[in-house]
């Protein structure tokens, strides 16, 4: 079992920055990927931004590349993602997942920020960018 309790979403402008955390408890040495995915209103689900504890590698979708920071605190046992310049298009709630069957994780590292079919998540935090 593993346990994702998400915090930092609020209302922001256009252009400003925001830093979601996600408290992670139960049996996080499982935890083989973690992530931050969002979904807009009318939309579908998309990754944001994906870690991968083991090697330390990270991943984001195109449109958020060098705006958004995803890290993890070992010893906060908390996943954060740091937004900055956000864009009203982003408004959206964001959920934390984590991921601890190792083939599933296999299979995330083929499809990067497609894959969407975490075992655990949170229950999401709001995020509103006004123009």
């Known amino acids: 079992q593993v346990q994702l309790v998400e915090s930092g979403g609020g209302s922001v402008q256009a252009g400003g920055s925001l830093r979601l955390s996600c408290v992670v408890s139960?049996?996080?040495?499982?935890?083989?990927?973690m992530a931050w995915l969002r979904q807009a209103p009318g939309k579908e689900r998309e990754g944001v931004a994906y870690?991968?504890?083991?090697?330390?590698?990270?991943l984001y979708t195109d449109s958020v590349t060098g705006r958004f920071t995803i890290s993890k605190d070992d010893a906060k046992s908390t996943l954060s993602l740091q937004m900055n310049n956000l864009e009203t298009e982003e408004t959206a709630i964001y959920y934390c997942?984590?991921?601890?069957?190792?083939?599933?994780?296999?299979?995330?590292?083929?499809?990067?920020?497609?894959?969407?079919?975490?075992?655990?998540w949170g229950q999401g935090t709001q995020v509103t960018v006004s123009p």
């Open positions: 997942a984590a991921e601890t069957r190792i083939a599933r994780t296999a299979y995330a590292r083929r499809l990067g920020v497609s894959y969407s079919d975490l075992s655990w």
């Open positions: 139960g049996y996080t040495g499982n935890i083989h990927l």
């Open positions: 870690i991968y504890p083991d090697d330390g590698t990270t």
